[in-house]
Structure formats: C-alpha cells, structure tokens
C-alpha cells in the first residue's frame, strides 16, 4: 500500500496569508513538530504577513545575514517597500542574486524578484524570474503579470495549469476570479461568486469584500459595492483580514 501523504502543516498558515488575514497568519503562526524546510517557509510567511501589515523595520530588523536565502529574499522586500528613494540598491542585489548560480533559482527568490519587478512594471524582466513556475505562488503571480499586461490569453493557460495540479488551491480560485474580472462580461458573475465562496467558508478579509466589491460595480450594483468597501474599510482600520 502506498504511504499516507504527510499532513500539510502549514495549510492554515497559507490560507491566511493568500487571502489577507495577515494578523491571523502571525498569531497563528507557532506550528509544532515542523521539519526545516517548513520552518523556513512559515517564516517566510509570517515575514511577509507583517510586510503586508506595513511593519518593514520589523522584519528588517529581525532577518539577519545568517538567514537563509528564502527569508534573505523577504527581507530585500521589507527594504524594497520601506525605502523607495533607495531602490536601486535594493534591485541591484536582488540581481546580483539572481544571477548567482547557488541561490538563483530558489523559489521564493524567484516570487520576490517577480513581486519587485511588477512593482516596478517591468513584467518582461518580472517574467523571467517567475515564468518557469515551480509554485502554486509563482504560478498565481504569472496571472498577475499576464493581466497586468493585457494578455488574458497566457493567464488562462497559466490558469490552466493551476487547474492541473490544483483545482480547489486557494490560489487557483483567486487567479480564477483575478482572470474572470479582466475578461468581464459574463464572467464578472462567476468572479462574484468565487468570492463569495471564500466569503462563506472562511473569516471575512479586505480582499475578500473588495474582491466582491469590484465584482458589483462592473455589474452595476453600486449600493452593494459601497456597503462592501465601508467594511473592507473598516477591517483595514482594525488591522487588515481580523
């Protein structure tokens, strides 16, 4: 008989994060009985949770250079984020890493290098980090990109690929619904009810309710939408997805 697959420790963990409880995320982030690997990624995890949060000296701070290249890799956001008159700095090392054979295909790596580009609205740049996919992350933000550029067409097979390794991902049902609103027309209901879902199934976030939001205004319901953004205001006031 086959060996049970391992349970996925950090389920929860991500759930949060993909879809804004950063503050969740962090409280919950004290996860017994996790090997290295997943240690380092729920780090990472909680790192962004508070980069989400604004908290950047906190996570510049706290990384030091002794950590691995994944949490490393957070930190250059924090940096990217906290000072954007001294940007260049920051994208010069994450090129020199990138460039760096030992180091320049870790995945996580490879997702900020992606996050930093598309800030930048480099998406060619952004793609050649993140194209050859490798995570259901990297995979989303290739959906990103792709709309981002006009191109619903590549988001739908990107999307398609998600499909294939996970139809129920949190993450294939976010590009789904990402890929759905750029398209529009019809589509816009099945983006609604996406978030609908996520709306049913677990706590309420920011991006869950402008999610919904954007949804009714391209449908016209505009009451609805503003009653959904004075909520995803308020949540953001109490502190992002709590």
């Known amino acids: 008989m086959a060996a049970a697959a391992a349970p996925d420790h950090l389920f929860h963990l991500r759930n949060n994060f993909y879809l804004g409880s950063f503050q969740a995320a962090i409280n919950n982030s004290d996860l017994p009985n996790l090997s290295p690997d997943d240690a380092v990624e729920r780090d990472c995890l909680v790192y962004r949770s508070y980069i989400a949060l604004g908290s950047y000296q906190l996570v510049i701070n706290e990384i030091d250079s002794a950590a691995t290249t994944p949490l490393q890799a957070v930190k250059l956001l924090a940096l990217y984020l906290s000072n954007p008159h001294d940007k260049e700095s920051t994208i010069a090392s994450l090129k020199e890493w990138l460039a760096d054979p030992a180091i320049g295909s870790n995945a996580i790596l490879r997702l900020i290098a992606g996050i930093v580009f598309m800030h930048e609205e480099d998406y060619i740049e952004a793609l050649k980090h993140t194209n050859a996919g490798g995570t259901m992350e990297l995979h989303a933000l290739n959906v990103q990109i792709f709309i981002k550029m006009h191109r619903s067409d590549y988001a739908e097979r990107q999307l398609r690929v998600m499909q294939q390794i996970d139809e129920d991902h949190t993450l294939t049902q976010l590009a789904n619904a990402w890929l759905n609103l750029a398209v529009g027309g019809s ?14 199934k677990y706590p309420v976030t920011g991006l869950i309710l402008n999610g919904k939001a954007v949804c009714c205004m391209h449908m016209g319901n505009f009451d609805e939408a503003e009653t959904l953004l004075l909520e995803a205001l308020n949540k953001a006031r109490s502190n992002c997805g709590n």
């Open 187 to 200: 589509k816009i209901q099945e983006a609604y009810l996406i978030f609908q879902d996520f709306s049913e």
